[in-house]
């Protein structure tokens, strides 16, 4: 989670990015289901559930962003000419990179919060040091694009973003079930508690 977390802070490109990100998170996963418990494997349940359902929707918006010559955005600076995306689509965005840094009420904070309460269940107070170390270090990575996105200024409108509307139409259901789980996250954790106490 560590090196994971620190490597991600000198990223350009975002597939680098992304994949960085990625074991951090999967460094909260083990921390959960290495406890042991039962709360362990109820939260291992919920974030792997809510870490797959926003990188889904994650993935699905950037794969439908282009620039004006076709190109995929490959470096975190291409994300500067997402001002010119419709504001719906931008908002999805912005919500998306809220939940993955685990700002409340989103619904990627309580998946930490659950992970962090089976760690000092299990009175895993080292590795929940990390994880705490871990989860401040990507928010501000992830509120560092949400920066690049709304607050930096343009040069050149020469890499305009266009976008396919194809791919939206994913993202939109996605984000706006993440949305409704912010307010009824009842229903979520109730299902993945029962399926830890099938396990």
Do not use: C, W
């Amino acid at each position: 989670m560590l090196f994971a977390s620190f490597a991600t802070l000198y990223q350009k490109k975002i597939k680098r990015f992304l994949a960085y990100s990625s074991i951090s998170n999967v460094g909260y996963m083990l921390l959960s289901i290495s406890t042991g418990t039962l709360n362990g494997l109820h939260s291992f349940f919920l974030y792997i559930l809510v870490y797959t359902f926003t990188m889904f929707a994650l993935f699905s918006l950037i794969l439908s962003l282009k620039k004006k010559n076709k190109q995929n955005l490959i470096y975190l600076t291409d994300l500067l000419f997402l001002k010119n995306i419709p504001p719906l689509s931008k908002i999805l965005f912005v919500t998306l990179l809220f939940s993955m840094a685990g700002i409340p009420p989103f619904l990627g904070f309580f998946s930490k919060f659950y992970v962090f309460f089976s760690a000092v269940e299990a009175t895993y107070y080292f590795p929940l040091l990390i994880g705490i170390i871990s989860s401040t270090t990507s928010a501000f990575y992830y509120t560092r694009l949400i920066k690049l996105i709304n607050f930096e200024k343009i040069l050149s409108t020469a890499n305009n973003i266009q976008l396919k509307t194809s791919n939206i139409t994913i993202t939109t259901i996605v984000s706006l079930l993440l949305l409704f789980f912010i307010f009824s996250p009842n229903f979520l954790i109730l299902k993945t508690y029962q399926l830890a106490l099938l396990v």
